[in-house]
């Protein structure tokens, strides 16, 4: 989730599922801020919210090792603008990917419902909040396709080529509601990072050349 007021911190947080990687952002720029999966907040100044989500992360249970519940990213992510208003907000879920690779049908269309859910909740908390309202803008995406029935959808990757499909969808108020796109030039993941920062005004392929360009049909003209 992106905003472009500048009544808000000029800070970048990603909250998602497994490592650990900070925006790589210029000295004076966007500050950045990483939590990772399992890895609790630093303490300090957290809100009982999110006091509590360290604990749920170091006293829930777990199914992988190194990965949680798309629940705990997803509150942290919930509750942290709130407190923090930052200009970017990345969250990465992995149950699904997780119970497909298991084989786990149900769960996996479960996690997928879940998220569903939750993407309806972040943005409507970015229209509760009047730094967010009329500003925000939603970049939503998987990070890969998968692989066809009846047994090529528990995997991804090179010896899957239909994995290499994926959607992408935006909403916010400089991207005209034209519904879901068909007959088009293809448009890949590798255009997400130039479409962000032209959100916010910014060339990101004259900084980065091997970056696709911006989508133009979703950025403000």
Known sequence: MAEKSPGVSR???RFWRLGC??????????????????????????????ELLNRLKADGPRVWDDEPFDAIPFYTAVEY???????????SLGETDDW?????????????HRVDSYVKALWDLAQSLPEYRANATLIFLPD?????????????????????????AFLGPDTPALG??????????????????????EDYVSAVRKAGNPIADVIPH
């Open 180 to 201: 879901e796109r068909t007959r088009i030039h293809a448009v890949t993941q590798g255009q997400i990072a130039a479409t962000l920062a032209a959100f916010f005004g």
């Open 11 to 13: 800070r970048s947080c």
């Open 81 to 91: 603008p709130k407190e923090k208003k930052p200009r970017i907000l990345y969250l």
């Open 100 to 112: 497909a690779h298991g084989g786990r049908y149900r769960e996996y269309l479960d996690s997928a």
């Open 144 to 168: 890969h396709g998968r692989g066809k029935a009846p047994h090529k959808w528990k995997d991804h990757g090179q010896k899957i080529p239909d994995s290499k499909y994926i959607w992408i």
């Open 21 to 50: 990687h900070l925006l790589p952002l210029q000295s004076g720029s966007l500050q950045a801020y990483g939590e990772c999966g399992l890895r609790s907040l630093p303490t300090g100044r957290l809100t009982p919210k999110l």
